[in-house]
């Protein structure tokens, strides 16, 4: 394990700061720009993998950040809208409870830079495709433009749910490249989300998540 933990760019004990380098889909590209409203930058709201999972991940090479699940990718965002977001995701927060995610399944699908992603996917998606579309919805609701890209043939009425794929990237390769790398599998329980952009915003849950997407869209309780 040691050998293991050397390998990885990031720090577990001291990980305060969202990665220096966040793209839409390589997270490689410097997110920092200058316009006349101030500072962006590149933001999204990420599950991260634990880090007895996380360890067993490759080091990828156009890519700083910490194995993850992404939610959301949000965009480019200056702070205002940054903390706006934050505010969104917390009162999202506030109907959920640890959850469990189990990733099962080696997948690879086609990147809209027409790149091949191998990464770990679950056999039990659904959960997490209403959470992402939740937050999208909100986010949205929130006045806050939303650049999450579903595919390189996305259109204007795909369905944010159905189009969602949940995985845990292991590599970015070109059309044609076999992946050879290790394709780590477990499960482990949720029990905060992150924001990722002006630092990193850790979000807890409060109550039974799965009540917010019960029949008729109430929750438990009320």
Not at 23 to 42: C, M, N, Q, V
Request: glycine share 10%; charged share 30%.
């Amino acid at each position: 394990m040691s050998d293991q933990k050397s390998n990885v760019p990031w720090q577990w004990g001291s990980y305060s700061e969202a990665p220096k380098k966040l793209t839409r889909t390589s997270f490689s590209a410097d997110p920092i720009r200058l316009e006349k409203d101030g500072l962006e930058l590149a933001s999204g709201v990420f599950i991260r993998l634990p880090e007895e999972l996380a360890n067993q991940f490759p080091q990828k090479e156009v890519d700083g950040s910490p194995p993850h699940l992404t939610l959301l990718y949000i965009g480019d965002l200056n702070r205002k809208d940054f903390e706006r977001v934050g505010e969104i995701v917390r009162n999202i927060g506030r109907g959920l409870a640890p959850f469990e995610v189990v990733l099962d399944e080696f997948d690879v699908f086609t990147n809209p830079e027409g790149q091949q992603i191998p990464c770990m996917a679950t056999s039990d998606p659904v959960f997490l495709k209403k959470l992402h579309a939740l937050i999208r919805k909100e986010v949205e609701n929130g006045g806050i433009d939303v650049s999450h890209i579903y595919g390189p043939d996305e259109d204007e009425d795909v369905d944010f749910e159905e189009g969602f794929t949940v995985h845990a990237t292991l590599d970015y390769l070109d059309a044609g490249v076999d992946y050879e790398g290790p394709k780590p599998a477990g499960k482990f329980v949720v029990s905060n989300l992150e924001l990722w952009g002006f630092g990193v915003v850790r979000i807890p849950m409060a109550r039974d998540a799965r009540a917010l997407f019960a029949e008729g869209g109430e929750s438990e309780g009320k």
